[in-house]
């Protein structure tokens, strides 16, 4: 394959895109939608709610600690055969789980199994995106992860429907199925060769680099932080509205208000990254401020008008962060580093997913209501907006999106090929 020297930003890029949305639907989407097979396993098996609650977390946890995992096989062989393993193992977790006789069979089914499947796909495919774009990054990386929400909104009555008529074994059979799209979603992944890609050494070295980099370790820190807090109105909103004597249907449309807005946020901040002159670090921090101001007014808020104006104000923000926290990586470490990069953050910042909701619900059960619940995890994502001040080049005003990059003692890209004419006079 002919090597390039820098990203191509569209061609075969948006067949990528393509593969990421329905990617990001058959993981996280179904991730999201599982919660209506629970009460089907809390009856199947007769256990307590808590301990079916372990599957899905199982699922999450694996996916993101083994996120490291997929971008050191990416790096070696290519996201293309490691991302259709993944889709592979995630129906064959499945499969076996329609067999289950305990709840053992679905940790093991769903939870493990399925699990390493979506951490071989979610990880390299974003990271293939990457490579693809630069001036275009941040807008492809929000289109792609639309399919979170829209799947979302599907998945739930689709999988419901698929419960009455053919039972829990049977819908599981199907989703099965289902999940073996993702062989489609990683073959749509074409290789790309970049000139920087000579210059890169095996994925240890390329991790032992990434923990001595001091602007990486730092927006880690700072995703995490974020991570710790960004979940809460997921976990325990619909709670704390039934605390306000809110009937339940009610509360649960604000969920929907809130995944309304997030659709809308992660398009418009795909493209107000590519279009605003000036470091995408800012308008993240810009979104990650909002997304905690928004919810330490959470307990404040009492008016249904008020709760609905924060749930937009939320779920906009919210959405609006992501596309652009993917979009500042390969800025950091360089698109030849990104597999790696982007596998070791995923499994850094799950450390804040995993801790975020257990810390509000003890919170909840020492005070009584959701207040300090909802504070605390306002205070956690503006922690981790100040701390994202401290990544190089915040505050320099230069729009080319080779200066933004950042080196890790390796030479860059723009010293080792020179650009050609057209392109340094169309910077």
């Known amino acids: 394959m002919a090597r390039r020297a820098e990203p191509p930003d569209g061609g075969w890029g948006w067949m990528v895109v393509l593969s990421a949305f329905f990617q990001a639907a058959l993981v996280f989407g ?7 097979f629970f009460l089907e396993f ?9 301990r079916v609650s372990w599957i899905v977390s199982i699922g999450i946890a694996v996916q993101q600690f083994g996120s490291p995992v997929g971008s050191a096989l990416s790096t070696k062989f290519g996201p293309r055969p490691v991302v259709m393993t993944g889709g592979i193992l995630a129906a064959l977790g499945m499969l076996l789980a329609s067999f289950a006789t305990s709840l053992t069979h679905l940790y093991l089914s769903i939870g493990l199994l399925s699990g390493s499947g979506w951490a071989l796909t979610f990880t390299p495919t974003l990271a293939c995106l990457s490579r693809y774009f630069s001036r275009r990054r941040s807008l492809a990386t929000g289109l792609a992860l639309t399919g979170v929400g829209l799947s979302s909104f599907a998945f739930a009555p689709l999988f419901q429907w698929l419960l009455s008529h053919y039972a829990w074994r049977g819908a599981l059979l199907l989703v099965s199925a289902l999940s073996l799209h ?31 980099h001091g602007p990486f370790l730092r927006y880690a820190v700072a995703l995490t932080l974020i991570n710790t807090g960004y979940f809460i109105p997921y976990v ?3 709670a704390h509205l039934q605390d306000l004597n809110w009937d339940p249907l009610p509360a649960a449309f604000l969920l929907s208000v809130i995944a309304i807005s997030d659709l809308v946020g992660r398009v418009a901040s795909g493209w107000l990254g590519d279009a605003i002159p000036g470091p995408v670090s800012r308008l993240l921090m810009l979104w990650t401020t909002l997304t905690g101001i928004s919810l330490a007014l959470f307990p404040v808020a009492q ?7 924060l749930a937009v104000s939320y779920g906009f923000s919210s959405g609006a962060l992501t596309p652009v926290a993917f979009s500042i990586l390969p800025e950091l470490v360089g698109t030849g580093r990104i597999y790696c990069g982007l596998g070791l953050l995923q499994m850094v910042e799950s450390i804040g997913g995993l801790l975020g909701a257990p810390l509000s619900g003890y919170l909840r059960d020492v005070t009584g209501n959701y207040t300090a619940s909802f504070v605390v995890a306002g205070a956690f994502l503006l922690v981790g907006s100040a701390v994202l001040v401290s990544l190089p080049g915040f505050f320099c005003c230069s729009t080319s999106p080779t200066s933004r990059s950042q080196d890790l003692g390796i030479e860059t890209l723009e010293t080792k090929v020179p650009l050609p004419k057209e392109g340094l006079e169309e910077d």
């Open 182 to 212: 993702l062989l489609v979603c990683g073959a749509l992944l074409r290789p790309l060769s970049l000139a920087e890609d000579p210059t890169m050494s095996g994925p240890g070295a390329q991790l032992t680099s990434l923990l001595h």
């Open 236 to 238: 325990h909103l619909v």
């Open 42 to 50: 809390v009856a199947a098996f007769e256990e307590q709610a808590a």
């Open 30 to 36: 179904v991730l999201r939608s599982f919660g209506v």
């Open 303 to 309: 008016a249904p008008t008020v709760l609905v104006a």
